[in-house]
């Protein structure tokens, strides 16, 4: 009965606090800046923005650009006979692969789900522990993640590929699998989260009406860091579809739908518009989950530093 008292106010206390916030905030803008003030402001951030949009509108429109004009020297950022070739061209591109293109699909749409959903869910148990539990050492795990976040793929390129050896795990998903879940990124932002959006007084009801860590973490702490988990998602789902194994995966029926791309993209300046098509393709995925999850993630991008 506490805890879904404390749920309640949970709600209650939110909504309070976004709303003395969203007050504070229109006042400190009301105040502290003039109205020219803010219109350069906002042209600032169109700028920027129309800036961070460029790459991806140059690649659609090259997409559909026909051959001619992609060999004209200096490249030109619009398009004067926009075409479907390039896209009509990949069913002929890929007819002649040995694995059908379903299987390709699925691998890249299977690894993709499992590995953000044990993502999202490690990376939010380890986090409660760190943050709202009593364990001895919890700040020296803390400093050891921060450290972590240190390391570049790169750098753990070797020592992967040793322990997949050995264990026995090369040609199989785990090789997608598991790096991905022992990112420690998604343990940093999902601790900062619930130390500034999680209050204590929550929780200790709830652990006087007997409820134990399993039961706050799955009816308390889970639905109040919805925002952050969306947003791990997204960043997760990102990383894991573009994945390319290198030298881990020689079963040609595991790999995955951008090794099959990258092979349409080295084909050289006459598959240019081809590859620029394949891009396009492979960005579809990603900008759904960002459009499913955006406000998610902008709720937790606004709430990561505010601290009880």
């Given at each position: 009965m506490a805890v879904i008292i404390a749920e309640k106010k949970t709600g209650r206390f939110l909504h309070r606090i976004s709303g003395?916030?969203?007050?504070?905030?229109?006042?400190?803008?009301?105040?502290?800046?003039?109205?020219?003030?803010?219109?350069?402001?906002?042209?600032?951030?169109?700028?920027?923005?129309l800036f961070s949009v460029v790459p991806l509108v140059y690649c659609v429109l090259t997409s559909f650009?026909?051959?001619?004009?992609?060999?004209?020297?200096?490249?030109?950022?619009?398009?004067?006979?926009?075409?479907?070739?390039?896209?009509l061209a990949?069913?002929?591109?890929?007819?002649?692969?040995?694995?059908?293109?379903?299987?390709?699909?699925?691998n890249s749409l299977f690894i993709s789900a499992v590995t953000t959903i044990l993502y999202v869910l490690i990376s939010s148990m380890a986090a409660f522990v760190l943050s709202k539990s009593h364990v001895r050492g919890k700040k020296v795990m803390f400093l050891a993640v921060q450290?972590?976040?240190?390391?570049?793929?790169?750098?753990?390129?070797?020592?992967?590929?040793?322990?997949?050896?050995?264990?026995?795990?090369?040609?199989?998903y785990f090789v997608y699998i598991l790096p991905y879940l022992a990112s420690t990124m998604g343990v940093f932002l999902m601790k900062q989260y619930m130390e500034g959006s999680i209050p204590d007084a929550i929780?200790?009801?709830?652990?006087?009406?007997?409820?134990?860590?399993?039961?706050?973490?799955?009816?308390?702490?889970?639905?109040?860091?919805?925002?952050?988990?969306?947003?791990?998602?997204?960043?997760?789902?990102?990383?894991?579809?573009?994945?390319?194994?290198?030298?881990?995966?020689?079963?040609?029926?595991?790999k995955t739908l951008p090794a099959v791309m990258s092979q349409i993209t080295a084909g050289g300046i006459a598959r240019s518009g081809s590859a620029m098509a394949v891009t396009v393709i492979m960005m579809i995925p990603p900008i759904l989950v960002y459009l499913v999850s955006q406000s998610n993630v902008l709720e937790s991008m606004n709430s990561a530093g505010i601290k009880e």
């Open positions: 003395r916030r969203s007050r504070g905030l229109s006042q400190s803008r009301r105040y502290t800046r003039s109205k020219v003030g803010n219109f350069f402001y906002v042209c600032f951030l169109i700028l920027l923005g650009k026909p051959l001619d004009e992609l060999m004209i020297f200096p490249p030109r950022f619009s398009v004067s006979r926009p075409t479907m070739q390039n896209y990949l069913p002929g591109l890929l007819s002649n692969l040995r694995i059908p293109l379903s299987r390709y699909i699925f450290y972590a976040l240190l390391f570049t793929p790169f750098t753990l390129a070797i020592p992967q590929y040793l322990i997949f050896s050995y264990t026995r795990m090369i040609d199989t929780l200790e009801a709830a652990r006087i009406d007997g409820a134990g860590y399993f039961r706050m973490f799955w009816s308390i702490v889970l639905p109040m860091v919805k925002p952050c988990c969306m947003t791990l998602m997204l960043f997760g789902f990102r990383d894991v579809w573009s994945a390319l194994p290198n030298g881990t995966i020689f079963n040609e029926s595991l």
